[in-house]
C-alpha cells in the first residue's frame, strides 16, 4: 500500500488518514501502542527512502529493480533502534550506522556490541553517525546503499528476502548465532513476516 509523499519536504512526510487507519485495523492485534507509533512515523519515510533509492538509480545509471525494499528499511530501524526507543538519544541515528574516520558529519561515540567469528559477543566504544532528525537519519542509509558499491546487489534484489540476505552479505553487521553463522539476513526477513511489513513495499506500479 502506497503513502503519497513530497520528498522534497522532510517535515511533511506524513501518513494519510487512511493509511493511519490501515495500520490501526490491520497491524493493532500484534502490536502495542508505542510499536504502532513508531510505524506511523517510519512508513512514510521508509516508502519516500524506497521511491528515493528507485529514482537516484536510475538517474545515476545503475541497475535495480524496485530501489531499497520498504519493507526491510522498516525492519532493520525496528531493529537497530528497538522500535525507536533505543535511536542514541540526540543522534536520532534509527540505524546503528558507524562513523568512519574520514566522515565529515556530526557523530557520536558510544558502548556497542561487536560479534567474533565464533559468535561470540565483546563490548568496544566507537564511533556513529549523529543527525538532526529521524528524517535524515532514513535519508543517509539509503544514500549508503546508492553510494557504496560492496551493496550494489541490495538495490538490484527482486524481493524483500534477497535484500535482507544481500545487506547481510555486504557486511552490514556482525552479528552471529552461538555457532558462528551470519543471522541479520535472517533477523531482518522474520521481522518483515512477523509484522507483515511487505504490505508496505512499494511495486513497479507505485514507482513508475
Known sequence: MLIKSTPKVANKVTLSKNMDLWIKNSLSG?????????????????QMTQ????????QKGLETKLGVFT????????????????????????????????????????????????????KIKDWFRAYDSMFDSFVDHVDLF???????????????????????????ATVRDKDGNLIYGSQLIKLVEKYSLFKFDLTKYDLS
Not at 51 to 57: E, G, Q
Not at 105 to 113: A, F, N, P, R, V
Not at 147 to 167: K, M, P
Open 30 to 46: 500484534s502490536l502495542g501502542s508505542d510499536q504502532l507509533h513508531f510505524l506511523m512515523k517510519a512508513v512514510p519515510l521508509a
Open 51 to 58: 521511491r528515493y533509492s528507485y529514482v537516484s538509480c536510475k
Open 71 to 122: 519493507s526491510i528499511t522498516l525492519a532493520q530501524a525496528i531493529l537497530e533502534s528497538a522500535w525507536g526507543r533505543s535511536h542514541m538519544g540526540e543522534a536520532n541515528n534509527y540505524f546503528g550506522i558507524k562513523a568512519s574516520k574520514y566522515y565529515k558529519g556530526k557523530k557520536i561515540e558510544i558502548l556497542t556490541t561487536e560479534f567474533t567469528k565464533d559468535g561470540k559477543p565483546y
Open 146 to 172: 546508492i553510494s557504496y558499491s560492496r551493496y550494489r546487489n541490495v538495490l538490484i534484489a527482486g524481493n524483500y528476502q534477497d535484500c535482507a540476505i544481500e545487506i547481510q552479505n555486504a557486511g552490514y
